[in-house]
């Protein structure tokens, strides 16, 4: 297979947490996308020594000025001919609106596009203090792209997600009150005992309607950090990819004609490829962790350990098995096609494709 980008000449300005072990926030973006043809600069807001998974860390947190300074720093040197701009995790409220800020000026000066990965929580839960969240709201009309999980979603839109109707309400406001133009919720499911999860997206008519499609992936009973940041990553590649082959590169945030269907935006392509990667990428890294554990991988099954130490080891096994699977996030197996949603669902849990139920994959979003 040919190794040359399948996306044009793309510059990517990358703001987002940095790991010095494993790979989440910036360290597993930035990767992704240069691995996948496009030039990035990555500026990060936080400097740690680990994922926040483990429960310790050691590190830094950049403050709203240090990332202004960074940032005036390219300005001065004309660095700044971003394509695409991804915002992942932010320490505070004022790191938030500094990036705000940075995308305003990147937006203002050229048509560059803006993706929102507005990473505050999860299953119920704010892992960020509450004054960070209006912050969130107002720049979503900035954005155009946004890649909340389910539970950001119902903060965001102010709706409470319990069903696939409620699920499309939220998306729907989001499109008529902010004016997003395209809008994708990760990590969906309304059962905790569903072997599925979904992802719901849409990308909005020129009235604001929303064109909603879903893609239903098999479950992975597995914690994995970092795969909200693989996840934008992904989209921000593929997204451009389906833009360019759909020769829309020119339109307006990139949006389709009114009478293109759901199944056929190129934000719906773009899922596709997005999943059949971290499909491939997280079945072959639960793989790898059974083996660590079991002892028939690096270095030999523990016996007699604290719980701490357990849990420890659990987490780093758990650590997604990037870099040894190359092909398989540049060269996609669309296992998982999108399909529109109904008028009507009120069963709450998303459906399963028959043929599929073998196949395995797990959205999360992580620090």
């Known amino acids: 297979m040919s190794s040359?980008?399948?996306?044009?000449?793309?510059?990517?300005?990358?703001?987002?947490?940095?790991?010095?072990?494993?790979y989440v926030g910036n360290t597993m973006a930035a990767f992704v996308m240069q691995?996948?043809?496009?030039?990035?600069?990555?500026?990060?807001?936080?400097?740690f020594s680990n994922h926040t998974g483990y429960k310790q860390?050691?590190?830094?947190?950049?403050?709203?000025?240090?990332?202004?300074?960074?940032y005036e720093g390219l300005k001065q040197s004309y660095l700044t001919d971003f394509?695409?701009?991804l915002s992942g995790y932010a320490p505070s409220a004022e790191a938030v609106e500094a990036l705000g800020s940075i995308g305003r000026d990147l937006k203002f000066k050229s048509s560059m596009k803006p993706v929102l990965d507005p990473v505050m929580g999860d299953q119920g839960e704010l892992y960020v203090s509450e004054d960070v969240v209006p912050v969130y709201k107002n720049l979503l009309r900035e954005a155009d792209l946004i890649l909340p999980n389910q539970f950001e979603a119902e903060v965001l839109a102010e709706v409470p997600i319990t069903s696939l109707n409620t699920l499309k309400a939220a998306i729907a406001k989001l499109h008529a009150r902010h004016r997003i133009p395209h809008i994708i919720v990760t990590?969906?499911?309304?059962?905790?005992?569903?072997?599925?999860?979904?992802?719901?997206?849409?990308t909005r008519r020129t009235d604001g309607s929303p064109r909603f499609f879903k893609i239903d992936v098999p479950r992975l009973d597995c914690f994995f950090s970092g795969t909200g940041d693989m996840f934008a990553a992904l989209m921000v590649v593929r997204l451009r990819e389906a833009i360019t082959t759909a020769q829309l590169g020119s339109n307006s945030a990139w949006l389709s004609p009114d009478n293109v269907e759901p199944l056929d935006l190129p934000l719906a392509k773009a899922g596709e490829k997005a999943l059949g990667s971290m499909h491939a990428v997280l079945a072959k890294t639960m793989e790898r962790r059974d083996q660590i554990l079991a002892g028939n991988g690096r270095g030999p099954m523990v016996v007699d350990e604290s719980e701490h130490r357990r849990y420890l080891r659990e987490t780093k096994a758990a650590e997604v098995q990037l870099v040894r699977n190359l092909e398989d996030l540049r060269h996609p197996i669309v296992r998982y096609k999108a399909e529109a949603l109904g008028e009507e669902d009120d069963t709450g849990t998303p459906r399963s494709h028959s043929t599929r139920t073998s196949d395995v994959c797990f959205v999360h979003q992580a620090l």
């Open 4 to 22: 040359d980008p399948s996306v044009p000449e793309t510059r990517v300005l990358a703001v987002a947490s940095h790991v010095v072990y494993g």
């Open 83 to 85: 394509d695409m701009m």
């Open 187 to 202: 990590s969906v499911s309304f059962d905790d005992a569903s072997p599925i999860l979904s992802v719901v997206g849409s």
């Open 35 to 47: 691995l996948l043809g496009c030039e990035v600069a990555a500026l990060n807001t936080v400097h």
């Open 57 to 70: 860390v050691k590190g830094t947190k950049a403050t709203a000025d240090d990332i202004r300074d960074i």
